[in-house]
């Protein structure tokens, strides 16, 4: 049986910081990332990684967020600093065959919210 696991979220302060992990079991992944889903809007991509550690990343996130891996543990990780408000969403762990597209296997998700 395939699972992807989230942990990690929480509420946090504007300006803050956050660590997601998910862990994966039943298989390996060749691309693994963080999508998330704000209320009333579609799900969207946070970022990234392949098994060779090429990375994608959206716009809003670029310099604030970083992914990583660990291939040994099947672990993947998303560490958040610079929090904003608009970063509020419920963030989903993906896996799957092929980077740059979103894969078939999805954790339940991880509720972050970021408010004074």
């Known amino acids: 049986q395939v699972q992807l696991v989230e942990s990690g979220g929480g509420l946090v302060q504007p300006g803050g910081s956050l660590r997601l992990s998910c862990a994966a079991s039943g298989r390996s992944f060749y691309a693994m990332g963080w999508y998330r889903r704000a209320a009333g809007k579609q799900r969207e991509l946070v970022a990234t990684m392949s098994k060779d550690s090429s990375t994608n990343y959206a716009e809003s996130v670029k310099g604030r967020f970083t992914i990583s891996r660990d291939n040994a543990k099947n672990m993947v990780y998303l560490q958040m600093n610079s929090l904003k408000p608009e970063d509020t969403a419920v963030y989903y762990c993906?896996?799957?065959?092929?980077?740059?597209?979103?894969?078939?296997?999805w954790g339940q998700g991880t509720q972050v919210i970021v408010s004074s």
């Open positions: 993906n896996g799957g065959n092929f980077f740059g597209i979103a894969g078939a296997y």
